[in-house]
């Protein structure tokens, strides 16, 4: 609809000198889309966690014996 | 009387069905009964090496030791687009850092992580000491003493009878000797025990023994000497094999070679090398694409990852990798597709919830976007991975003009995360449109020692200290955001007026 009148006017002033202000503003840092992680680097976590849960578990047995 | 199977043929049957565990004790009660069956041998040591085994094409963990006292750089600085080591030599016509996030090592970060990935190369000792603790991947300080290791103990800790097979007991040269043992020792040797000298040991004779020809017994011979750090005898002893016999494996463990030797055009020339022999081999492209975009070259990263898709188009690497690129480079829906697709093929995480609700916050499907978070939240495995979401609906919450929100939800991820840069950032850019000057000036400066390598700390305090009228504290700030994005316009008004200022006085 490219003939619809409007009722707003452009206003572009006449006298005076036009100007703009860049006005130098703090930045927020950018969103972070999260990377996916390889099969290999989740099974090597995986193993990981349950390497340590192993270990916790035999410690707390040691403790428990030695008590 | 009942018929029982025969034990062994049970064994190799939970063996096929990957029931390891249930495998070895069967095999262990073998053994017991005739210690010398070696049947039963060999099928306990293939149980017990599939139990922890890795795709070694994949691994590579680069220490601390090996970072700084690198022996085999040809120069100290290397030409532009020749190294690895200089991200930000190739601008290959991505996004700059004003628009995509950089990682620690000053790499745009990837839509992919892989163990080799994990953590790029800083750039000097204090960094490389200073990344593992404000990183969530902590770097060892040895290959030696990485994961590696760590794993090899632990699966001797948990055999409360001691390690299945002795070593230092086990006579190689006989093992050696015999073909039809001596491989999946190996391979239990290496994947399961880590003992990678002996590994080497075994592999030395049994190539001998097989009088130099077995292609096979030299690519072992070259991974031993590659996790040794002896680079350029595993690059000969693939090169030999490849002579034998053209293996696609054995390609990547050679360019695997040439990577850490920081010579990423000869990994390239050995791909494409590689695809003459393998048109469309998934691995190789792969390959290709991964040295591009660590060059920094995004675009043509991006092309080599839609070969990929061609040839595989659920191949997940790829698809996450070009999602990400249409993200960073302004098209939020596309992006929005791309990861849609890894939705349909099966893929169930935070991370792609994550994104999904970021792809759909700014793609304006905002019905989508809260839900998207929510499974996020729901699906988290870590608290460093429940910050970065908490830090990411802080920005929708910033977008949609919700200001307490999103304090809050930085505020969040500060609390799942102590170190998280970014959410200090942020945070402090709330607090100054509080007014809380000196709150916000204590968030920056912490942001800017947690993370040096952003520019957006460094660039908000010198800002903050030109307005409140410290010029010095502000130049030298305005200095260090320089260093790390030496291309943004702002930081270079900002200096050009204040060495104005001073040319002054």
Partial sequence: MPEVKSIFREVLPKQGQLSMEDVPTMILCKPKLLPLKSVTLEKLEKMQMEAQEAVKQQELAMKEQSL | ?505
Avoid at chain 2, 106 to 128: D, K, L, Y
Avoid at chain 2, 130 to 139: D, L, W, Y
Avoid at chain 2, 180 to 189: C, G, P
């Fill in chain 2, 1 to 505: 009387m009942e018929v029982t199977m025969d034990p062994l043929f049970l064994a190799w049957s939970y063996f096929r069905r990957r029931k390891f565990q249930q495998c070895a004790d069967i095999c262990t009660k073998l053994l017991q009964d005739g210690p010398y069956d070696q049947a039963a041998w060999s099928l306990k040591t293939r149980a017990f090496t599939e139990m922890v085994y890795i795709d070694e094409t994949e691994v590579d963990q680069e220490g601390i030791a090996e970072l700084m006292l690198d022996e085999s750089s040809i120069a100290q600085v290397a030409r532009p687009g020749t190294s690895l080591r200089l991200p930000g030599t190739s601008q290959g016509g991505g996004p700059t850092q004003a628009v995509r996030p950089m990682t620690q090592s000053g790499r745009p970060i990837t839509g992919f992580v892989r163990p080799s990935t994990q953590s790029g190369r800083p750039g000097t000792m204090e960094q490389a000491i200073k990344t593992p603790r404000t990183a969530s991947t902590a770097r060892p300080v040895t290959g030696a003493t990485g994961r590696f290791i760590r794993l090899g103990t632990a699966s001797m800790l948990t055999n409360p009878d001691g390690p299945f097979i002795n070593l230092s007991r086990l006579n190689l040269a006989k093992y050696s000797q015999k073909p039809h043992l001596s491989r999946t020792l190996f391979e239990y040797i290496f994947h399961h025990e880590n003992d990678i000298k002996n590994a080497l040991d075994l592999a030395a004779q049994a190539t001998e023994h097989a009088q130099f020809k077995d292609w096979w017994w030299k690519v072992q011979l070259g991974k031993c000497y590659y996790r040794l750090g002896l680079y350029r005898e595993a690059e000969k002893q693939f090169r030999s094999a490849l002579n034998h016999q053209e293996v696609v494996d054995t390609y990547l463990y050679l360019a695997k070679v040439y990577q850490r030797l920081d010579q990423p055009i000869t990994a390239l020339n050995l791909f494409k090398q590689g695809l003459d022999h393998f048109p469309g081999e998934v691995t190789l492209l792969t390959g290709i694409a991964r040295i591009h975009e660590e060059m920094n070259n995004i675009t043509s990263a991006t092309e080599y990852y839609k070969d990929v898709l061609k040839q595989d188009n659920t191949h997940v690497e790829a698809i996450a990798c070009i999602g990400s690129n249409h993200f960073y480079t302004d098209q939020p829906e596309i992006a929005l597709r791309f990861y849609r697709r890894l939705l349909q093929m099966g893929v169930y995480n935070c991370q792609l919830y994550n994104n999904l609700g970021l792809c759909c916050f700014y793609a304006q499907q905002y019905d989508m976007t809260l839900s998207s978070f929510e499974r996020a939240l729901a699906l988290v495995a870590s608290d460093e991975e429940q910050a970065d979401v908490w830090y990411n609906i802080g920005h929708v919450a910033v977008g949609i003009g919700d200001l307490t929100l999103a304090y809050q939800c930085f505020k969040l991820a500060l609390a799942f995360n102590n170190d998280h840069a970014e959410a200090y950032n942020n945070l402090a850019v709330l607090e100054l449109r509080k007014g809380r000057v000196e709150q916000s000036k204590a968030f920056l400066q912490t942001a800017a020692s947690l993370a040096p390598h952003m520019y957006e700390p460094h660039f908000n305090l010198s800002i903050l200290s030109d307005k409140i009228g410290d010029l010095q504290s502000s130049y030298t700030a305005a200095q260090k955001s320089e260093d790390a994005f030496p291309e943004h316009v702002d930081t270079q008004q900002l200096l050009k007026l204040l060495r104005e200022h001073f040319a002054a006085l």
